[in-house]
């Protein structure tokens, strides 16, 4: 019989399947990883943005947290969209309450179509609460700079940015350059260590982007649900990346979905 890693996704359904739990679930599958799905609400959603948003309630979070955590055996899990404060704190008891490790928490707050993803009211809960709880966290510029209400616009903002969010908890840092300007993308893990460790790549020209942030983190997640640490998973994941990124899939009429196939 074979064993495979096991791992959860704690995130949104996509109805159109380019991104959230939809997108983690592709990528686990593209890994050869056994993946679990706890999900944190519906979103009636196309390649052309998020229609309506359906949290799910605190009550059925903490059902579902039980149904897997009774019986798999989880080696590392992910978070996407957490919605609203309760839904937020409901997931944070669940990974409390479980002791799970190997997080990768992606602070999703906002949809690349602009739909909050978020509420307001739980940025400070997700800072306090979350981020002592995971192996990663993975903002993109925007994020990074929402939580910390400050710009990052030069290498020595990124730095400082950094290491002011692994202060709030998290073991390891990556903030994601995608959001940014120019041709040459940066993304930078600040490790256990205080290694910073920069990862470039030129910018691939597609509007085929919806759900890059979900595939990456649950890349991570699968990574290290195997047994590999950040420094091993870090160069393939971006591998991987520019080639779902890059190969694309014609679905839809707007922000397509990648290209989990490759
Ligand atoms: N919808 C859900 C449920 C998500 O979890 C996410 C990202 O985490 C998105 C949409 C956003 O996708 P994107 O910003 O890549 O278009």
Redesign the pocket.
């Known amino acids: 019989m074979k064993n495979l890693a096991q791992v959860v996704t704690i ?4 109805s159109s399947g380019g ?2 739990a939809n997108a983690d679930l592709k990528t686990f599958q593209n890994q050869m990883v056994y993946a679990a799905s706890i999900i944190t609400g519906l ?1 009636a ?1 196309n390649t052309y943005g ?1 229609q309506a948003i359906l949290p799910t309630s605190a009550h059925f979070i903490a059902e579902q947290f039980n149904s897997v955590f009774d019986d798999l055996d989880i080696k590392a899990a992910k978070t ?2 957490l919605f609203d404060l309760a839904t937020a704190q409901a997931v944070i008891t669940g990974l409390e309450k479980n002791s799970v490790k190997n997080l990768v928490v ?1 602070p ?1 707050m906002v ?3 602009g739909a909050k ?1 978020l509420a307001d009211e739980a940025i400070n809960l997700i800072k306090d609460n979350l981020f002592p709880l995971a192996e990663l966290i993975t903002p993109n510029l925007t994020e990074a700079a929402v939580l910390l209400g400050q710009e990052i616009e030069t290498d020595a903002d990124m730095v400082e940015a950094l290491h002011l969010l692994q202060a709030m908890g998290a073991t390891n840092v990556l903030i994601k350059g995608g959001h940014g300007k120019g041709n040459i993308i940066s993304d930078a893990l600040l490790t256990k260590d205080g290694q910073v460790i920069y990862y470039k790549a030129p910018r691939i020209d597609t509007k085929r ?6 595939t990456l983190s649950a890349y991570i997640a699968a990574g290290l649900a195997k047994g590999k640490s950040l420094e091993v998973i870090m160069p393939t994941a971006k591998e991987f990346m520019n080639r779902a990124i890059g190969d694309g899939i014609k679905i839809g009429h707007g ?1 397509g979905p990648l290209n989990h196939w490759v």
């Not at 995130?11 to 996509?14: E, N, S």
């Not at 982007?209 to 979900?214: L, R, V, W």
């Open positions: 995130a949104g359904i996509d991104a959230g979103t959603q998020v996407g969209a992606d999703v949809a690349k179509g993803l982007t919806h759900g890059t942030g979900d922000h």
